[in-house]
């Protein structure tokens, strides 16, 4: 058995840089969230609900690739906050709908605006057309492993 060197290592690996990039930008954001009492992962929820509408919380844990019990602890911390409101569901009363709040959908605009100050601070030397694409890729790529994802659970 051989011992890989430097020379046999690729080297354009996407993974260090991905996760580098993603520190300085999740410092940042945590950073200007704060004020608002936000927290990167409440962020990410709240956008998600805006985005997909009223949703379970199981369905909410799962494009979180979060464990159930994790999502009600983060949801409880929202509801509190008054950002997002719990009801059961008129088809089956076990469940309970997730959506956002009037308050949610208000504080969800700061903190977006808190992200784009972040986002700018952090790729601000990237061309408004390359940023394009790094969404574009990004988005791409997130979305094809949340299906694998979802098919691998079900």
Do not use: W
């Amino acid at each position: 058995m051989t011992i890989p060197t430097a020379d046999d290592q690729p080297t354009e690996s996407s993974g260090p840089l991905l996760e580098h990039l993603a520190r300085l930008l999740r410092l940042r954001t945590e950073n200007l969230l704060t004020p608002l009492g936000l927290r990167p992962r409440h962020f990410v929820t709240l956008t998600l609900l805006r985005d997909g509408g009223g949703t379970t919380q199981q369905a909410l844990a799962a494009r979180l690739a979060m464990d159930g019990t994790n999502v009600v602890g983060l949801l409880n911390e929202l509801e509190s906050a008054g950002l997002v409101a719990r009801r059961r569901s008129p088809e089956d009363r076990r469940r309970h709908i997730v959506e956002l709040t009037d308050t949610g959908h208000a504080t969800l605009t700061q903190a977006e605006c808190a992200v784009v100050a972040a986002e700018e601070e952090v790729l601000g030397f990237l061309s408004s057309e390359e940023r394009h694409l790094l969404y574009a890729l990004l988005r791409k790529a997130t979305s094809e492993t949340e299906v694998r994802c979802t098919e691998a659970v079900l």
